[in-house]
């Protein structure tokens, strides 16, 4: 079974200032954020990692560069693991999006929310689950992959593999530059760790040559 390290991408000031950026452009790490990704790629630069897989947002692609670069591999966008679609709540702070009445579907009963001119949790967990299983099959059993890209998707990926119910993803964690490490093959998913900040000491290390 490959192993899948799901990483979420670094800081931004949408996610400092507590903003739901979704599909805008050019949101870019912060400060922060690009010290969040450096200590990512530092973390990972003795695990062997096979691909790095990325949403095509800025914020991701910012963090899988550093992780990238170390590894001296190519970042291959996937469009599948996009951030979910928020529709008109996009650039809208969270403050503001609790007051209305909608946020208590989308935190207590999320498999009947959609959001407004955007996706369900359905449809954003079904192309993302797509896009994982599909990553899988492109490569081997034991090898080790990074997919760089956001909170609510991964937390979605997390809960299909472990069987959870939609309604309960939410009580999952996925703070900025954190990893959930799962491994998937044809049997069934095993999830290793959930939400871990570096330095990391479950991944395996590449054999150095003496």
């Known amino acids: 079974m490959p192993l899948l390290l799901l990483i979420r991408h670094g800081e931004n000031d949408y996610t400092k200032k507590h903003k739901l950026a979704g599909h805008l452009p050019n949101v870019h790490l912060n400060e922060r954020g690009q010290k969040q990704a450096q200590e990512l790629a530092d973390a990972l630069k003795d695990v062997p990692l096979k691909a790095i897989y990325s949403s095509p947002l800025e914020r991701a692609m910012e963090t899988a560069t550093s992780i990238a670069e170390t590894h001296g591999l190519k970042i291959i966008q996937e469009i599948g693991l996009i951030e979910t679609n928020v ?3 996009q650039g809208r702070s969270l403050a503001a999006l609790r007051l209305t009445k909608h946020w208590k579907v989308v ?3 999320p498999s009947r929310a959609q ?3 955007g996706e369900t949790f359905y449809e954003c967990q079904t192309r993302v689950v ?3 299983d599909k990553i899988c099959a492109a490569h081997k059993p034991r090898d080790i992959i990074a997919c760089v890209f956001h909170a609510d998707p991964i937390k979605l990926a997390v809960a299909y593999y ?3 119910p939609l309604d309960n993803f939410q009580r999952l964690g996925c703070d900025t530059a954190s990893i959930s490490a799962l491994y998937v093959g044809e049997m069934g998913a095993s999830v290793m760790k959930l939400n871990q900040l570096p330095p990391f000491d479950f991944l395996p290390k590449q054999n ?3």
Request: proline fraction near 6%; aromatic fraction near 12%; glycine fraction near 12%.
């Open 208 to 210: 150095k040559k003496k």
């Open 107 to 109: 935190q207590h009963a």
């Open 87 to 89: 529709g008109k709540w």
């Open 115 to 117: 959001f407004p001119e």
């Open 130 to 132: 797509s896009a994982l």
């Open 162 to 164: 472990l069987g959870l």
